[in-house]
């Protein structure tokens, strides 16, 4: 089984391998400062992206097994909602 995840920030998304524990709490201590940037890391290689993160900027998680599970869960939030995650 492998899990990928998705963070769709702004309509836009994000595939990212597993652990993402490190990369949650960068973007809420970015959100609870009132804004900053977060590098978001590549699925494979490369340098990855950096992505300002501001109070009220809608940001969602999404969990997919790509093991042929065919269940997909997500945890929805404005940045705002997310800081109370």
Do not use: C, H
């Not at 524990?21 to 959100?31: G, N, P, R, S, V």
């Amino acid at each position: 089984m492998t899990v990928f995840n998705r963070l769709t920030v702004d309509g836009r998304d994000y595939f990212l391998p597993d652990p993402v524990t490190d990369l949650k709490d960068k973007i809420l201590e970015a959100i609870r400062a009132g804004g900053g940037y977060v590098t978001i890391p590549p699925l494979r290689s490369g340098p990855g992206i950096d992505v300002l993160f501001s109070p009220g900027m809608p940001v969602t998680w999404t969990q997919i097994d790509v093991g042929g599970e065919t269940e997909e869960t997500s945890r929805g939030a404005s940045a705002a909602e997310f800081s109370d995650l």
